[in-house]
């Protein structure tokens, strides 16, 4: 198995909120976990879209690689394994989605995303940085990953982050539900117990994979890696079951 693990970040937070899982998986993996256009180190580097991000990521290392995304990070995982399948050996999904299938839905929500980018842009880094965290999404942390998770959010600008929202965000995505039985390889889909909305977004997302499994973590909500680091860890460190055996995990 390619010993090569390249982890995609959510949006607000950066490459770093991966570290307590390196520490975890470094033995196994040469493990990459970038700064996404618009985030972090890569706050300057626009246009954030789902193409040139692809391109960043798919030239981080040659040849074979487990690709691992969070939440935005998921779905740029997601479209990348779609768009480069003969790249991804192994796909992990955390509070991911393939975007939003509705016409008017996604309208919706890619105006209400503009209108946030405009916010972010007038706002303070400290202050967006709260305002994120309060919704009801990550409700339920324990308060040192809300710490932490404040700390790398830190690490960031708005205008790096309005770039990102307007660029990646689940308005603007093509929505990839038609697409899931193209994926011939064995998945991993991972959510928060916690977690309803995703929860229930990962069921349908099962169903419609050929070959998916879902682990739902207990007590977990929707940040599972920095929540609980050493089972994502556990997960990735489990040996490549080869595609086409189905099976469910709890």
């Known amino acids: 198995m390619a010993n090569e693990l390249v982890l995609l970040h959510g949006f607000t937070q950066t490459g770093a909120s991966w570290e307590p899982v390196r520490r975890e998986v470094g033995e196994r993996y040469r493990a990459h976990a970038p700064d996404l256009r618009g985030h972090g180190a890569a706050s300057e580097r626009l246009p954030a ?3 040139a991000v692809i391109e960043d990521v798919a030239s981080l290392v040659d040849g074979l690689f487990t690709l691992v995304g969070y939440s935005m990070g998921g779905r740029i995982a997601l479209a990348l394994a779609l768009a480069r399948p003969e790249r991804v050996v192994r796909l992990v999904l ?6 939003l299938a509705d016409p008017h839905q996604r309208e919706t929500r890619r105006h209400a995303d503009e209108a946030l980018a405009g916010e972010i842009e007038r706002s303070t880094i400290e202050s967006f940085a709260r305002r994120w965290a309060s919704q009801s999404l990550f409700a339920g942390q324990p308060p040192e990953v809300d710490r932490l998770a404040h700390v790398d959010r ?3 600008t708005p205008a790096g982050l309005a770039g990102a929202l307007r660029g990646l965000g689940t308005g603007v995505m093509e929505p990839l539900w038609n697409r899931m039985a193209d994926l011939e390889l064995a998945i991993d889909l991972v ?3 916690r977690d309803e909305k995703f929860r229930a977004t990962n069921e349908r997302m099962a ?3 050929p070959d998916a499994r879902l682990h739902v973590i207990a007590g977990a ?3 599972v890696h920095l929540e609980n680091p050493k089972v994502v860890a556990r997960l ?3 040996e490549q079951r080869p595609a086409g055996r189905r ?3 709890g």
């Open 94 to 99: 955390l509070s991911a989605s393939p975007g």
């Open 154 to 156: 830190l690490r960031n």
């Open 207 to 209: 169903e419609a994979m």
């Open 247 to 249: 099976a469910e995990a």
């Open 236 to 238: 990735l460190l489990e």
């Open 221 to 223: 909500g929707h940040a």
């Open 191 to 193: 959510v928060g117990e």
């Open 49 to 51: 879209t789902f193409d």
